[in-house]
């Protein structure tokens, strides 16, 4: 033992760049694959906290191609009491924001969201209570509140009994349910029953959201078919309708869904992400041979030397391997303290999992046995080559290089290159779509446009549009239910027209919308107020539309509402989706009430934006001063449409650099090695005439040729790649060729700076010395 930790304290006190340049490599090494890991544990752990999750499943249905999320009641409600293979069924609706109080105070607190459940949603779902019990939503008026905030509200007190005051109704605490995490469908929302008559036998209001439960995974793909044949008496086969089931883990990686609300991730992305983690261990490993094997002509001739004072060829491996182990290891260590530091800073918003060694210790546990294993293979072959030449030979200064230890070599860079071009070629198309889906025309006005959401103050809108007028740097005001481009789709209509069914996405607004927005009608004429004094209200259709149904302006839809103009196609939903039949709606007198919740505000050029936005909260305040209005430029709404994919596409982007970093120190490990090995050669090269500048060039044209071997094998393989992850959106980047140039030109000058900087150090020098060295 004594003679390997002499012999390690004797190579750090020789080769301190290199121990440092090894720690380091390999600690970032070892932390981005930890991060890596904790994503996509957090994203293939997606909803596998319920128990059984793959016995739950969410109805949806499907007409021709389009297929939606929400259900009528009475058919979700047939569908559960269908077969004995579903034990438990429940509906979802939408809720809404709202302010609460406990009785005996008159502190707000506002809470995200009030959903509407039925009460066997708790039978679907796994609720953990810590008060109450799950039988408590079968109890008009009684509701279900989150841990935490029952905590912010009553304390430590009970909750259960106890009352939430609101405006908008009263909730007493039927039970409290212990937080869910962050990766799973459910929010930690409060939660109330939906009356029990509501829509009961509406069948075409189609607004729940229903999932069940089956007794066993593999009956439930007869279900739909067995409910299609045996409840004939619905005609739902003859409405064009059909169901199908997804399974609860499923759900985030379906896309071809509308009214979907389940944060989506791409499987495609998520592999790249495991790669990318596997590409940097194995360039860790590589790396850090190629290091030590660089540090072979200074290492060789000491390791011989006590082989011939009688050290033993096994104790001189095992020294060799040891070092490379505890490097390994202490490079471990030094990643977790990386792993800490990258959660306290701002690159934290990139992963969506929590990333204390509490929370994942299979993975913290699993890198170090990686690291000991990195050491263990990393230090085996230099072991055994630097100790496998003859005394005599090593120490008269006549050892070289193996051709298949040079081959060996020339393998592990060229992995190296084809990793980096790989990575560059995928981080850029990347990058290309974000930037692509965040700056691409929408067909309406953007800049300078702000939404807030007002549901707070409808009733006051007339008031509360000349308040924001009154500041003279607003250009105009005008109200939609939705804001535009912040979802992949919006409300589905069915109607007849012409005595054909039509399926469209209607986004009601107030008449003055268009014009503030720019949208030009291309046909026909804009929304006028009177249209919402008629009874039924008008439509301004898309191009989409108009070509897919023959619509007509003049024409009604339904016998209700009168189609008074066409536009052109606008990107009034994601790039994740096709451009589909949608129009703009205008209501009448005869309607389910103003939802118009939103309100948009257009700013005139030249605005002072700060001033501007300091009026419109003050405004808003003005009108309910404890509510937390939301005011958001209409760029952050499409940053957080994109917010998934652009955190996923840095976090990329970020461990594809860490990669090509290591990728080229290890092409600068391998250059010294060569270099030092071939000192000799160069020296007589020079003795006999050649050039400094012949001497870089000969070098040069070596790694250049392994350079076009790499980058043929790299550039179908991420072309590849790319292509099959642009497949998640409907509107995409071009392949463009000058990407793949790109990558090769910024490898191979990296390489060549590299080749060329240490040859000319080696070149440069009095080759009299080299040869007798």
């Known amino acids: 033992m004594k003679p390997i930790i002499l012999n390690f304290l004797s190579v750090i006190r020789r080769f301190k760049l290199a121990v440092v340049l090894n720690i380091l490599g390999l600690s970032v090494a070892f932390a981005a694959f930890m991060v890596i890991m904790i994503q996509l544990d957090y994203d293939y752990g997606f909803d596998k906290f319920h128990k059984d999750s793959d016995k739950i499943f969410r109805m949806e249905c499907s007409w021709g191609h389009s297929t939606q999320t929400i259900v009528s009641r009475p058919l979700a409600e047939h569908f559960f009491e269908s077969s004995p293979h579903i034990v438990a069924g429940a509906l979802w609706t939408w809720g809404g924001k709202a302010f609460f109080h406990a009785e005996s105070d008159n502190e707000r607190h506002f809470h995200e969201e009030v959903s509407s459940i039925t009460p066997g949603f708790t039978g679907v779902f796994s609720f953990d209570f810590v008060e109450g019990t799950e039988d408590a939503l079968k109890t008009p008026g009684n509701g279900i509140i989150p841990l935490t905030l029952s905590r912010k509200i009553f304390g430590n007190e009970p909750a259960v009994g106890k009352m939430l005051v609101s405006a908008g109704g009263n909730i007493t605490v039927g039970a409290v349910y212990r937080d869910f995490p962050d990766n799973?469908?459910?929010?930690?929302?409060?939660?109330?029953?939906?009356?029990?008559?509501?829509?009961?036998?509406?069948?075409?209001?189609?607004?729940?959201?229903?999932?069940?439960?089956?007794?066993?995974?593999?009956n439930a793909h007869l279900l739909c078919e067995d409910f299609m044949r045996n409840f004939q008496i619905f005609n739902l086969?003859?409405?064009?309708?059909?169901?199908?089931?997804?399974?609860?883990?499923?759900?985030?990686?379906?896309?071809?869904?509308?009214?979907?609300?389940?944060?989506?991730?791409?499987?495609?992305?998520?592999?790249?992400?495991?790669?990318?983690?596997?590409?940097?261990?194995?360039?860790?490993?590589?790396?850090f041979t190629n290091f030590s094997m660089a540090l072979t002509p200074m290492r060789v001739k000491s390791l011989n030397t006590q082989k011939v004072l009688g050290a033993r060829q096994r104790t001189l491996r095992l020294s060799v391997v040891s070092e490379a182990v505890?490097?390994?290891?202490?490079?471990?260590?030094?990643?977790?303290?990386?792993?800490?530091?990258?959660?306290?800073?701002?690159?934290?918003?990139?992963?969506?999992?929590?990333?204390?060694?509490?929370?994942?210790?299979?993975?913290?546990?699993?890198?170090a046995l990686i690291a000991l294993l990195t050491g263990l293979l990393a230090g085996v072959y230099p072991a055994f080559y630097m100790t496998a030449f003859a005394p005599a030979l090593v120490l008269n200064g006549n050892f070289g290089l193996s051709p298949k230890g040079k081959k060996l070599r020339n393998t592990l860079i060229g992995i190296q290159f084809i990793a980096s071009f790989a990575l560059i070629i995928g981080a850029s198309f990347m990058y290309l779509q974000n930037y692509f889906m965040q700056n691409s025309p929408l067909g309406y006005e953007k800049d300078a446009l702000i939404t807030v959401d007002i549901q707070q103050i409808q009733g006051s809108r007339d008031a509360f549009t000349n308040q924001l007028k009154s500041f003279s740097g607003i250009e105009d005001v005008t109200y939609g239910?939705?804001?535009?481009?912040?979802?992949?789709?919006?409300?589905?209509?069915?109607?007849?027209?012409?005595?054909?069914?039509?399926?469209?996405?209607?986004?009601?607004?107030?008449?003055?919308?268009?014009?503030?927005?720019?949208?030009?009608?291309?046909?026909?004429?804009?929304?006028?107020?009177?249209?919402?004094?008629?009874?039924?209200?008008?439509?301004?259709f898309n191009a989409t539309a108009r070509e897919m149904y023959n619509l007509e302006i003049g024409t009604t839809i339904e016998n209700r509402g009168e189609i008074i103009g066409f536009m052109h196609?606008?990107?009034?939903?994601?790039?994740?989706?096709?451009?589909?039949?949608?129009?703009?709606?205008?209501?009448?007198?005869?309607?389910?009430?103003?939802?118009?919740?939103?309100?948009?505000?257009?700013?005139?050029?030249?605005?002072?934006?700060?001033?501007?936005?300091?009026?419109?909260?003050?405004?808003?305040?003005?009108?309910?001063?404890?509510?937390?209005?939301?005011?958001r430029f209409h760029d952050e709404v499409l940053q957080r449409l994109y917010e998934k994919e652009t955190a996923l596409s840095a976090l990329i982007s970020l461990f594809s650099l860490i990669a090509?970093?290591?990728?080229?120190?290890?092409?600068?490990?391998?250059?010294?090695?060569?270099?030092?090995?071939?000192?000799?050669?160069?020296?007589?090269?020079?003795?006999?005439?050649?050039?400094?500048?012949?001497?870089?060039?000969?070098?040069?044209?070596?790694?250049?040729?392994?350079?076009?071997?790499?980058?043929?094998?790299?550039?179908?393989?991420?072309?590849?790649?790319?292509?099959?992850?642009?497949?998640?959106?409907?509107?995409?980047?071009?392949?463009y060729w000058w990407v793949y140039l790109l990558a090769f030109v910024v490898v191979a000058a990296i390489t060549v700076g590299t080749v060329t900087f240490q040859n000319w150090r080696v070149a440069s020098e009095n080759p009299v010395g080299a040869i007798n060295n």
Not at 521 to 539: I, K, P
Not at 576 to 586: G, I, N, S
Request: proline share 4%; hydrophobic share 45%.
């Open 184 to 218: 799973t469908v459910l929010k930690n929302n409060i939660y109330v029953p939906i009356p029990e008559d509501e829509e009961k036998d509406n069948w075409s209001n189609y607004s729940y959201i229903a999932y069940i439960r089956v007794n066993q995974a593999s």
């Open 237 to 287: 086969e003859e409405s064009g309708v059909k169901l199908r089931l997804t399974a609860l883990p499923d759900i985030r990686y379906v896309t071809d869904v509308q009214y979907d609300i389940v944060p989506k991730a791409s499987k495609q992305t998520l592999m790249i992400l495991f790669l990318i983690a596997i590409i940097i261990i194995v360039i860790a490993g590589i790396n």
């Open 326 to 367: 505890i490097i390994c290891l202490s490079a471990y260590f030094v990643a977790i303290w990386f792993v800490m530091w990258f959660n306290e800073s701002p690159l934290a918003k990139l992963v969506d999992a929590d990333l204390s060694i509490s929370a994942h210790p299979l993975i913290f546990g699993g890198t």
């Open 481 to 540: 239910e939705r804001v535009l481009s912040s979802q992949d789709s919006y409300m589905g209509w069915g109607r007849k027209y012409n005595g054909e069914q039509i399926n469209f996405q209607c986004l009601p607004v107030n008449y003055t919308f268009l014009k503030a927005l720019g949208i030009e009608v291309s046909e026909g004429r804009d929304f006028r107020q009177e249209d919402a004094n008629t009874e039924h209200g008008a439509y301004v």
């Open 569 to 631: 196609d606008i990107k009034f939903a994601s790039f994740r989706k096709a451009v589909e039949p949608m129009a703009f709606y205008v209501w009448g007198t005869s309607n389910w009430g103003d939802r118009l919740r939103y309100v948009y505000i257009k700013l005139k050029p030249e605005t002072n934006l700060r001033a501007a936005m300091s009026h419109i909260r003050k405004t808003l305040s003005g009108f309910d001063a404890g509510f937390p209005f939301e005011v």
């Open 660 to 735: 090509i970093f290591i990728s080229i120190a290890g092409v600068f490990g391998l250059v010294v090695f060569d270099s030092e090995c071939r000192r000799k050669e160069i020296g007589i090269r020079k003795v006999f005439g050649a050039s400094t500048t012949g001497i870089i060039v000969m070098f040069n044209k070596m790694y250049f040729k392994i350079l076009a071997v790499c980058f043929i094998i790299a550039a179908p393989l991420a072309w590849y790649a790319v292509h099959h992850w642009l497949e998640n959106f409907a509107y995409k980047t071009p392949m």
